[in-house]
C-alpha cells in the first residue's frame, strides 16, 4: 500500500491514518500540497538545461494567464489519491492534530520554495544588470526591474529578479535608498498608517501634465489613453516623440521619491498646479520606459505583478546572502533552511511592526535573523489584526477543537478597532486595515482617556475590540446599517448622531510589555483585572466557555437575539492560542448564523462593471460584475454577475456614485470573459452571499490554480463594505478555499 502522505512528502513521514484524515478532513490544505510535493519539484528539476527552463518560461509567457503549477506541473486529482489510501471513511479521526500538519504542511511548502528559488537564482545569476557605481542610484535602475517584473509572468523568478536588486543596493554604498525603493515598489510612500501618504491622481489630472510637459493637445492624449487604457503607455510614447535638446541630468530613486511625497502631501488652492509643476519637472527628464512607470506610480497602480508578500521574502533573501557574504560563511552560499528562517523573522516582524524603514534599519543593526526580536510591538504602530477562518456547522467546530480547551464569545457586528495608549497618553485608534482612525472617532478617543485615568496601573495599551453603533436610551446593539451612516471625516464631536459603544475581546501590551506569546486565557485575566468597562462605551465581549452543541447552539441563538452576527471560537489555551498578527488562523473560527446555509461566510467584491437596467430599472444599473482580488498577481479576477438584493433606492444611489467612474476599457488588471455594459474603475466592494461556488467556463475567480475560474451561485448583495479597499476584497485564494472545502464535502 502506498501512502499519499510519504508519496507527496518524503521528508515528512505522515503515518497512513494520518495522510488519509489529512486528505478526508481538510482539502484547503490539498491546495498546500498539490504545490509543494517533492516530487513535482524533482520534475520541475529534471528538465536540467537552462535553455529547457527558458523556454518553458516563454512557452508561458505567450499564454495570457500562467500559473505557479505550470511550473509545479504534478496535479493530482482526489480520486487517483483516495485510490492510493484506500477507503477514507475507516478513520480514526481524534487523535490528528490539524493546526500542527497545517504548519508542517505550510513549512515543508516554504522549504520547497525556497530551494527552487536558490537553485533558480543560480541560473539566473548573471541577468541582473550590476547596479553602476555612481552617487546615486538612478531611476532608471528601477524601472528596468520592474519593466523585467512587468513581462515575467512566473512568481519564483520574479523573487529572483528583485531579491537580486535589493542584494545589490544592500552591497553598494546607498543602503538606505533600499526603504524608498521598496515604498516605490508597493507604491507607497510610507507605512500604511500615516495619513496623506497614498497616490492615486486623477485621469484629468495626469492628461493635463502629460500636455504640458510634452505638447501635445489633451485631446490627442485622451484619444490615445482611450485606446491604450493606460496612462503610463501613453506618457512614454509622448516622451519618445518628443525630440531632447540637449541631455539632462537623470533622475535618482531619491528624487523621484521626495517628489512624489510632496505630490501627495500637496493640498489646498494651488495644489494642482504645484503637482503639475513637479510631475512635468520630472517627466521632461524621463527615458526608456521610466515615464511608464512614474505615470503608473501616480496614478496608484503600478502593475508590476509583484505584491507586498512577495517584496518581504525578496527583502530577507537578499539580506539573507548580504549577511552570508559579510560574514564570508561558506563563501555566499545560503541553505534553504537558512531562507525559511528569515523569512519568518522578517514576516513576523512586519506583522508587528508594519514599517519598512524600521525594519530595513533594525535588520542592517543586529541582523535579519535576529529582526523578530528587536521589531516588536509599540503602542502607536498598529500591527496587522490577527483573521479567522469560516466554519458551517458547530459540529465542525466541535470536530476541530477536539480535546482542546476552546471559548466563544459573541462576534458584533460593527468595525474592528485596534486601540493604542501610548507612554505621553495620546489615545490612538487604527481600523482593519491599520488606518490611523482617530479623527473619525473623537467620542471614542475621549472614552479612552477616560478609561486610562480610570486605570492608575496602566501607562500604555493596545487591546483589540469591535466598535458598534449603539442604542443609548435602550441599551442596545445596532446594526452595522447604522454604524455605516457616520460620517467618515472631518467629525465633529458635538455633531454625532450615531452613538458606538466598544466591545473589547483582547490585550496585545500591558505597560510596555507585549502579550501575544501568551494563552488567551491569561490574556483575558490581564483584561479583567487591569481594565474596567464603562457601561454603554466600553465593554468585554460576551463570552462562554462550554463543549457541547446544545450549550453552542444556544449561546449562538442568544447572540444573534442580541444584534450579533453570531460566534467567535477561539482556541483558549496552550501555544495555539497565542495571538497571531495579520494570520487567518484556524484557531480563531468564526461561525455567522445568517451563513451557515451556504459557504458559511459571506464574500467582500470589488464592483468591476455594471449592466443597464430594464423596465423598473430603467435609468439605472440593474446588475452589476463583481470579482475577487488576487494578491499575488494584483489583479481583479471576476466571479460573478448580481442584480439580487438591491432595494431601488440602493440602486439609484449605486448609480450615481459609480457613473463618474466609468471607464471607456477595462483595466489592463482585469480577468474577464464577461461583457458588461459599461466598466467601472475599481472603488466600491459590495458584500454579497452566495449559496455555493461551482466552475465556470466565464468568471475567472482562482484560474491560476484550477485553470477554470470558480464563480458564485445566486448571489445576493448585502451590503456596502465602507471600510473595505478593493484591494482588500476576498481574495482568489480564499475563494480557491472555500470552493474546495465545499466540493470536498
Ligand atoms: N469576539 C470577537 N473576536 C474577534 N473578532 C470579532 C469579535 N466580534 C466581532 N469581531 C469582528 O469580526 C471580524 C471577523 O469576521 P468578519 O466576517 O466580520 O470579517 P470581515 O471584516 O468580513 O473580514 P474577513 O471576511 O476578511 O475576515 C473581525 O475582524 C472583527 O472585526
Ligand atoms: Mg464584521
Ligand atoms: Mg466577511
Given at each position: 500500500?502506498i501512502?499519499?502522505?510519504s508519496?507527496?512528502?518524503?521528508?515528512l513521514?505522515?503515518s497512513r491514518n494520518l495522510?488519509?484524515k489529512?486528505f478526508?478532513?481538510?482539502?484547503?490544505y490539498?491546495?498546500?500540497f498539490?504545490?509543494?510535493?517533492?516530487?513535482?519539484?524533482?520534475r520541475f528539476?529534471?528538465?536540467?538545461?537552462?535553455?529547457?527552463?527558458?523556454?518553458?518560461?516563454?512557452k508561458l509567457?505567450?499564454?495570457?494567464?500562467?500559473?505557479?503549477?505550470?511550473?509545479f506541473?504534478l496535479?493530482?486529482t482526489?480520486n487517483s489519491?483516495?485510490?492510493?489510501c484506500?477507503d477514507?471513511?475507516?478513520?480514526?479521526?481524534?487523535?490528528?492534530d490539524?493546526?500542527?500538519?497545517e504548519?508542517?504542511i505550510v513549512?515543508?511548502?516554504?522549504?520547497?520554495?525556497?530551494?527552487?528559488?536558490l537553485e533558480?537564482?543560480?541560473?539566473?545569476?548573471?541577468?541582473?544588470?550590476?547596479l553602476?557605481?555612481?552617487?546615486e542610484?538612478?531611476?532608471?535602475s528601477?524601472?528596468n526591474?520592474?519593466?523585467?517584473?512587468e513581462?515575467?509572468p512566473?512568481r519564483?523568478?520574479?523573487?529572483?529578479?528583485?531579491?537580486e536588486?535589493?542584494?545589490?543596493?544592500l552591497q553598494?554604498?546607498?543602503?538606505?535608498?533600499l526603504?524608498?525603493?521598496i515604498?516605490?515598489?508597493?507604491n507607497?510612500l510610507?507605512?500604511?498608517?500615516?495619513?496623506d501618504l497614498?497616490?492615486g491622481?486623477?485621469?484629468?489630472?495626469?492628461v493635463?501634465a502629460?500636455?504640458?510637459?510634452?505638447?501635445r493637445?489633451p485631446?490627442?492624449?485622451?484619444?490615445?489613453?482611450h485606446?491604450?487604457?493606460?496612462?503610463?503607455?501613453?506618457?512614454?510614447?509622448?516622451?519618445?516623440?518628443?525630440?531632447?535638446?540637449f541631455?539632462?541630468?537623470p533622475?535618482?530613486?531619491?528624487?523621484?521619491?521626495?517628489?512624489?511625497?510632496?505630490i501627495?502631501?500637496?493640498?489646498?488652492n494651488?495644489?494642482q498646479?504645484?503637482?503639475?509643476?513637479?510631475?512635468?519637472?520630472?517627466?521632461?527628464?524621463c527615458?526608456?520606459?521610466?515615464a511608464?512607470f512614474?505615470?503608473?506610480?501616480l496614478?496608484?497602480?503600478?502593475r508590476?505583478?509583484?505584491g507586498?508578500k512577495s517584496?518581504?521574502v525578496?527583502?530577507?533573501?537578499?539580506?539573507c546572502?548580504y549577511?552570508?557574504?559579510?560574514?564570508d560563511?561558506?563563501?555566499g552560499?545560503?541553505?534553504p533552511?537558512e531562507?525559511v528562517?528569515?523569512?519568518?523573522?522578517?514576516?513576523?516582524?512586519?506583522?508587528?511592526?508594519p514599517?519598512y524603514?524600521i525594519?530595513v534599519?533594525?535588520?542592517?543593526k543586529?541582523?535579519?535573523?535576529?529582526l523578530a526580536?528587536?521589531?516588536?510591538?509599540?503602542?502607536?504602530?498598529?500591527?496587522?489584526?490577527?483573521?479567522?477562518?469560516?466554519t458551517?456547522s458547530i459540529?465542525e467546530?466541535?470536530?476541530?477543537?477536539h480535546?482542546?480547551?476552546?471559548?466563544?464569545?459573541?462576534k458584533?457586528?460593527?468595525e474592528r478597532?485596534?486601540?493604542?495608549?501610548q507612554?505621553d497618553?495620546?489615545?490612538k485608534?487604527?481600523?482593519?486595515?491599520?488606518?490611523?482612525?482617530?479623527?473619525?472617532?473623537p467620542?471614542?478617543?475621549?472614552?479612552v482617556?477616560?478609561?486610562k485615568s480610570?486605570?492608575?496601573?496602566?501607562?500604555?495599551?493596545?487591546?483589540?475590540?469591535?466598535?458598534?453603533?449603539?442604542?443609548?436610551e435602550?441599551?442596545?446593539?445596532?446594526?452595522?446599517q447604522?454604524?455605516?451612516?457616520?460620517?467618515?471625516k472631518?467629525?465633529?464631536?458635538e455633531?454625532?448622531?450615531v452613538?458606538v459603544?466598544l466591545?473589547?475581546f483582547?490585550?496585545?501590551?500591558?505597560?510596555?510589555?507585549?502579550?501575544l506569546?501568551?494563552?488567551?486565557?491569561e490574556?483575558?485575566?490581564i483584561?479583567?483585572?487591569n481594565?474596567?468597562p464603562?457601561?454603554g462605551k466600553f465593554?468585554?465581549a460576551e463570552?462562554?466557555?462550554?463543549?457541547?452543541?446544545?450549550e453552542?447552539q444556544?449561546?449562538?441563538?442568544?447572540s444573534?437575539?442580541?444584534?450579533?452576527e453570531?460566534?467567535?471560537v477561539?482556541?483558549?489555551?496552550g501555544?495555539?492560542?497565542?495571538?497571531?498578527?495579520?494570520?487567518?488562523s484556524v484557531?480563531?473560527?468564526?461561525?455567522?448564523?445568517?451563513?451557515l446555509?451556504g459557504?458559511?461566510d459571506?464574500?467582500?467584491?470589488?464592483?468591476?462593471?455594471g449592466y443597464?437596467g430594464?423596465?423598473k430599472?430603467?435609468?439605472?444599473?440593474?446588475?452589476?460584475?463583481?470579482?475577487c482580488?488576487?494578491?499575488d498577481?494584483?489583479?481583479y479576477?471576476?466571479?460573478?454577475?448580481?442584480?439580487?438584493?438591491f432595494?431601488?433606492?440602493?440602486?439609484?444611489t449605486?448609480s450615481?456614485?459609480?457613473?463618474p467612474?466609468?471607464i471607456?476599457?477595462?483595466?489592463?488588471?482585469?480577468?474577464?470573459?464577461a461583457?458588461p455594459?459599461?466598466?467601472f474603475?475599481?472603488?466600491?466592494?459590495?458584500?454579497?452571499l452566495?449559496?455555493?461556488?461551482?466552475?465556470?467556463p466565464v468568471?475567472?475567480?482562482?484560474?491560476?490554480?484550477?485553470?477554470?475560474?470558480?464563480?458564485?451561485?445566486?448571489?445576493?448583495?448585502?451590503?456596502?463594505?465602507?471600510d473595505?479597499s478593493?484591494?482588500?476584497?476576498?481574495?482568489s485564494?480564499?475563494i480557491?478555499?472555500?470552493?474546495?472545502?465545499?466540493?470536498?464535502?
Amino acid at each position: 500500500m502506498i501512502h499519499c502522505g510519504s508519496l507527496l512528502f518524503p521528508n515528512l513521514h505522515l503515518s497512513r491514518n494520518l495522510s488519509r484524515k489529512l486528505f478526508s478532513r481538510s482539502v484547503s490544505y490539498y491546495n498546500s500540497f498539490i504545490m509543494s510535493g517533492q516530487q513535482s519539484l524533482n520534475r520541475f528539476f529534471s528538465v536540467k538545461k537552462p535553455e529547457s527552463v527558458n523556454s518553458t518560461s516563454k512557452k508561458l509567457m505567450s499564454h495570457k494567464r500562467t500559473s505557479e503549477t505550470d511550473y509545479f506541473p504534478l496535479k493530482r486529482t482526489k480520486n487517483s489519491i483516495t485510490a492510493e489510501c484506500g477507503d477514507l471513511n475507516l478513520l480514526d479521526s481524534k487523535k490528528v492534530d490539524y493546526s500542527e500538519l497545517e504548519n508542517k504542511i505550510v513549512d515543508s511548502k516554504n522549504l520547497v520554495e525556497a530551494e527552487s528559488l536558490l537553485e533558480l537564482e543560480s541560473r539566473y545569476h548573471s541577468d541582473t544588470p550590476v547596479l553602476p557605481q555612481s552617487q546615486e542610484i538612478f531611476y532608471s535602475s528601477l524601472t528596468n526591474i520592474f519593466e523585467r517584473l512587468e513581462q515575467e509572468p512566473a512568481r519564483l523568478k520574479n523573487l529572483a529578479i528583485a531579491s537580486e536588486f535589493f542584494l545589490q543596493i544592500l552591497q553598494s554604498n546607498h543602503k538606505r535608498t533600499l526603504v524608498e525603493v521598496i515604498y516605490l515598489m508597493i507604491n507607497r510612500l510610507g507605512p500604511d498608517y500615516e495619513l496623506d501618504l497614498e497616490l492615486g491622481l486623477g485621469e484629468t489630472l495626469l492628461v493635463k501634465a502629460i500636455a504640458e510637459g510634452t505638447g501635445r493637445t489633451p485631446q490627442k492624449i485622451r484619444s490615445e489613453l482611450h485606446k491604450l487604457g493606460d496612462i503610463g503607455l501613453v506618457a512614454q510614447n509622448s516622451r519618445s516623440r518628443q525630440p531632447t535638446m540637449f541631455k539632462s541630468k537623470p533622475l535618482t530613486i531619491h528624487t523621484v521619491f521626495e517628489n512624489l511625497t510632496k505630490i501627495a502631501k500637496s493640498s489646498g488652492n494651488a495644489s494642482q498646479a504645484r503637482k503639475i509643476g513637479l510631475i512635468n519637472q520630472m517627466l521632461t527628464t524621463c527615458e526608456g520606459t521610466e515615464a511608464k512607470f512614474l505615470m503608473r506610480s501616480l496614478e496608484g497602480k503600478l502593475r508590476i505583478n509583484f505584491g507586498e508578500k512577495s517584496v518581504l521574502v525578496a527583502l530577507s533573501k537578499a539580506f539573507c546572502e548580504y549577511e552570508h557574504e559579510l560574514s564570508d560563511k561558506n563563501k555566499g552560499h545560503v541553505s534553504p533552511q537558512e531562507l525559511v528562517d528569515a523569512e519568518e523573522a522578517t514576516k513576523k516582524a512586519f506583522s508587528q511592526i508594519p514599517n519598512y524603514e524600521i525594519i530595513v534599519g533594525e535588520a542592517l543593526k543586529y541582523g535579519i535573523s535576529n529582526l523578530a526580536t528587536h521589531c516588536t510591538l509599540k503602542p502607536g504602530i498598529p500591527l496587522k489584526p490577527m483573521l479567522a477562518k469560516p466554519t458551517k456547522s458547530i459540529t465542525e467546530v466541535l470536530d476541530h477543537f477536539h480535546g482542546q480547551e476552546f471559548t466563544c464569545e459573541y462576534k458584533y457586528d460593527g468595525e474592528r478597532a485596534q486601540l493604542h495608549v501610548q507612554q505621553d497618553g495620546t489615545v490612538k485608534i487604527y481600523s482593519r486595515n491599520s488606518e490611523d482612525m482617530s479623527q473619525r472617532y473623537p467620542d471614542l478617543i475621549d472614552v479612552v482617556s477616560q478609561i486610562k485615568s480610570q486605570c492608575s496601573g496602566v501607562s500604555t495599551l493596545i487591546l483589540d475590540c469591535e466598535c458598534v453603533a449603539w442604542d443609548s436610551e435602550k441599551g442596545k446593539i445596532l446594526p452595522f446599517q447604522v454604524l455605516s451612516t457616520r460620517k467618515r471625516k472631518d467629525v465633529n464631536a458635538e455633531d454625532i448622531k450615531v452613538q458606538v459603544c466598544l466591545f473589547a475581546f483582547d490585550i496585545l501590551l500591558l505597560n510596555g510589555e507585549s502579550l501575544l506569546e501568551l494563552p488567551l486565557k491569561e490574556r483575558r485575566k490581564i483584561l479583567h483585572e487591569n481594565v474596567r468597562p464603562i457601561e454603554g462605551k466600553f465593554q468585554f465581549a460576551e463570552a462562554m466557555d462550554a463543549d457541547n452543541v446544545a450549550e453552542i447552539q444556544h449561546f449562538l441563538d442568544q447572540s444573534v437575539k442580541d444584534s450579533c452576527e453570531g460566534l467567535m471560537v477561539k482556541m483558549l489555551d496552550g501555544d495555539k492560542s497565542h495571538y497571531e498578527p495579520s494570520k487567518r488562523s484556524v484557531n480563531w473560527l468564526k461561525l455567522k448564523k445568517d451563513y451557515l446555509e451556504g459557504v458559511g461566510d459571506s464574500l467582500d467584491l470589488a464592483v468591476v462593471g455594471g449592466y443597464i437596467g430594464k423596465g423598473k430599472r430603467t435609468g439605472w444599473y440593474g446588475g452589476f460584475l463583481l470579482a475577487c482580488y488576487n494578491e499575488d498577481s494584483g489583479e481583479y479576477e471576476t466571479c460573478c454577475k448580481i442584480g439580487t438584493g438591491f432595494s431601488e433606492e440602493m440602486l439609484q444611489t449605486l448609480s450615481a456614485t459609480l457613473k463618474p467612474t466609468v471607464i471607456k476599457q477595462p483595466k489592463p488588471f482585469y480577468v474577464y470573459d464577461a461583457s458588461p455594459d459599461v466598466w467601472f474603475e475599481p472603488t466600491l466592494v459590495f458584500e454579497v452571499l452566495t449559496a455555493d461556488l461551482s466552475l465556470s467556463p466565464v468568471y475567472k475567480a482562482g484560474i491560476n490554480f484550477f485553470g477554470k475560474g470558480v464563480s458564485l451561485r445566486f448571489p445576493r448583495f448585502i451590503r456596502i463594505r465602507n471600510d473595505k479597499s478593493p484591494e482588500q476584497a476576498t481574495s482568489s485564494d480564499q475563494i480557491v478555499e472555500l470552493y474546495q472545502k465545499q466540493a470536498h464535502v
